[in-house]
């Protein structure tokens, strides 16, 4: 059960990377279209929106792996105690 969880969570942090992507890109062509937008703000919102989404889904990601490593210590710490024994 903890692994559907895991492995859902991880599958909707790629989903959150696939819709953040359309919406920073949709969010740039945009500000580019209007009158007091340009190429400058529209590059500024693709910048932004990219080191938003990089901290966003790198702090998902990251706190996905701290969860793998935990489980994979406490495995190796019971193996050491097993083998104490």
Do not use: C, W
């Not at 059960?1 to 909707?12: D, H, L, Q, T, Y």
């Not at 190429?39 to 998902?60: D, E, K, N």
């Amino acid at each position: 059960m903890r692994n559907f969880f895991i492995k859902s969570f991880e599958a909707i942090a790629s989903i959150i990377v696939v819709i953040g992507v359309v919406a920073i890109i949709a969010g740039a062509v945009s500000v580019s279209q209007l009158p007091q937008g340009g190429i400058a703000r529209a590059i500024g919102v693709l910048i932004g929106g990219f080191v938003y989404l990089s901290l966003l889904v790198g702090g998902i990601y990251l706190v996905i792996g701290i969860h793998d490593n935990t489980r994979r210590t406490a495995a190796a710490v019971e193996e050491l105690l097993r083998r104490q024994r």
